[in-house]
Each structure stands twice: as C-alpha cells, then as structure tokens.
C-alpha cells in the first residue's frame, strides 16, 4: 500500500512539473515591440538619408560617364560632318582620294594639282611654297627650304588657304586654284572703305604663281626638248605691297615662256633690322632667293629651261633684282619694269 502512495504522489509530482513548463509567460511587453514616434521619426529619416544617397550615387555615376563619353559623341559627330564634307569635295574633284591624276607633280613635300586654265593645254599653280619658316610664328627668321615632314607641314597647312590643301593617304596634295581670301594672303595692309587694315600673315608670302603647258617625257622620239625660258617677275611697291598677278594663260601661251610670280615678305617682316642673329634686315631678299632656288629645283617639271632664268623687276623689284644680281657676282638678264 505505502508503494502504491508513493508512486502516485511522484506521478502528480511530474505532472505539476510539466505543467508549469508549458506555462505561457510574456516576458516581451507588446509596446516593447513597436518604437516610440521619436525613434519612428528616427528611422524614417534614416531610411529617407539612405535613399537620397543612393538617387544621388546614381546620379553622379550618370553624370560622369556621360562627360566622358562626350567627347567621343563629339568626336564621332565631326567625324561624320567631316567625311560628308570630304565625300563632297571628292564628288567635286574625282581625282582626290584615288590613284593621283596624271596632271599632278610629285615633289619632295607635296603632289601638286594644278587648276585648267581657259587656254588648252595649259594650267595654272597659284601660291606654291616654296620656303618655310622655322616656327609657325618666327616671322622674324630666315626662310628655308622645307626638306623635313614637319618643315612640309608648316609651308603646305599654315602658309595656304584651307581649300587648297589636302591630306590624303599620308600625302599633302596641294591645289593650285586661285584663293580669295584675306586669311591666306601676304601680310600687308589693305585698304577696305577707306580704310587700311592689316591682312594676312608672314608666311604666306613665301608663295609663287604661274602657267605652264602639259608636255609629257615621251614626246619628241625619245629626243629631249629644250626647255621654255623662264621669267621670274618681282613687283611690289615701296616694299611694303605686293599683289602679284598673272598675266593670261593665252598670252604665255603664244610668247612660249614660263612666267613665274614671286611674292616675298613684305615691310616689317620682310626689311626690318633688330640687330639680333637669325633676325637680319633683308628677309624679304632672302625670300627671292629661296623662290629662285626653287625654280631652279623644280623647272623640268614644267618645262623650262634652268639654265634660261630672266629676272622682271618693277617698282621696288627692280630693286630686288639689282640687289641680287650685286650680290650673286654672276651675269644674268635683268628687265627694270620701271
């Protein structure tokens, strides 16, 4: 009997245990688990911050890749304006861009394409280079003849007008039209409504004009023909203007000779003395002489005869003639326009 009071009293004794384990207790108040209006306030503006933040991030990383691809949309839309452009000029002149027309000169810096005169068989090459100078603005320097890629650059691009020159296949092409514009002309003053204004610049004096005939190597049975005297005419007035021009293709046509316009730097540029080495006071001289030595260079070209160069000299040219005659020492023909 004691045996069955006890396990009875053990049996009650776990089940009072078990049933306060199962007991459910709140040990969380419900308010516990919602925030107070500060902290609510609190998180918002945190939440709000951090959204912000993002909207912003997104934003400059927007704004800078588009910076930096700008300039390769600007790039590619002068790319584009600028092979239109090109299309059109080929479209214009079918011989650039292709194998060079048989009517253009190969020459150590550029191929020269001449412009049809009015005259059959007969073209024009108005304001060739035929010096450089050392720096695109040592106006004061010595001219040279350009012999290096950099010295061919700065007498083709920067001393002619812009629809006279090319670049095309890693060759400057030079054309020979007749430009009419203040930017590429000879540095000097200029009268417009009374007025004298400068015009141009120092470097596209150095320049020279003139007609020639086609005549080809295989002419004549193989026999060399003599060439056509060359007259190389110097104007210019008090040494401060000079506008050459050319006489007409017909008339060089029937005289048989090739005429040949020199232009030289001019005033300041060309006669001024600072008494400083590189700097002398007969630029513009010098000048002359760098457009003889080319012409002496270049002649067969063009069919004339190097060894026949007459100088034409008017108004302060004539000048310019003597002064290098004097100073040659050599006996040449010398015509005073005067």
């Known amino acids: 009997m004691n045996q069955n009071k006890d396990a009875?009293?053990?049996?009650e004794h776990d089940l009072?245990?078990?049933?306060?384990?199962?007991t459910v207790r709140n040990f969380i108040s419900l308010s516990s688990l919602l925030p107070d209006p500060v902290e609510w306030e609190i998180i918002c503006q945190r939440q709000r911050m951090e959204r912000i933040r993002f909207?912003?991030?997104v934003s400059i990383t927007y704004l800078v890749l588009w910076v930096a691809h700008a300039p390769i949309a600007?790039?590619?839309?002068w790319s584009l304006e600028h092979n239109a452009e090109l299309k059109r000029l080929l479209s214009d002149r079918p011989g650039l861009g292709q194998p060079l027309p048989p009517n253009c000169i190969k020459t150590k810096c550029a191929a020269l394409c001449p412009e049809a005169s009015d005259t059959q068989g007969w073209y024009t090459l108005f304001g060739i280079p035929y010096a450089t100078l050392p720096q695109q603005s040592s106006y004061f320097s010595a001219a040279t003849y350009p012999y290096t890629f950099?010295?061919?650059y700065l007498a083709y691009w920067h001393g002619v007008a812009k629809e006279k020159r090319r670049f095309i296949d890693g060759q400057i092409r030079f054309i020979g039209r007749e430009a009419n514009d203040d930017e590429s002309e000879c540095a000097q003053m200029k009268t417009k409504k009374g007025i004298s204004v400068p015009v141009g610049k120092p470097q596209s004096c150095l320049t020279l004009s003139f007609h020639y005939p086609w005549f080809s190597k295989s002419h004549g049975g193989g026999k060399r023909q003599r060439g056509m005297p060359i007259v190389a005419y110097i104007g210019g007035t008090?040494?401060?203007?000079?506008?050459?021009?050319?006489p007409s293709a017909k008339m060089v046509s029937e005289l048989r000779v090739l005429y040949v316009a020199i232009s030289y730097r001019l005033g300041v540029f060309g006669f001024s003395d600072f008494g400083v080495e590189g700097a002398g006071p007969n630029h513009g001289l010098s000048d002359v002489r760098e457009a003889l030595s080319w012409i002496q260079e270049h002649a067969h070209h063009f069919g004339g005869d190097r060894?026949?160069?007459m100088l034409y000299g008017e108004n302060s040219g004539a000048t310019l003639a003597a002064a290098l005659l004097a100073s040659s020492g050599?006996?040449?023909?010398?015509?005073?326009?005067q």
């Open 8 to 11: 009875n009293e053990d049996q």
């Open 16 to 22: 009072a245990e078990d049933d306060q384990v199962l």
């Open 55 to 57: 909207l912003v991030g």
């Open 74 to 77: 600007i790039w590619k839309t």
């Open 150 to 152: 950099k010295e061919c």
């Open 238 to 246: 008090y040494l401060m203007n000079h506008r050459p021009r050319l």
């Open 307 to 309: 060894s026949r160069v």
């Open 330 to 337: 050599l006996e040449n023909t010398v015509i005073d326009g």
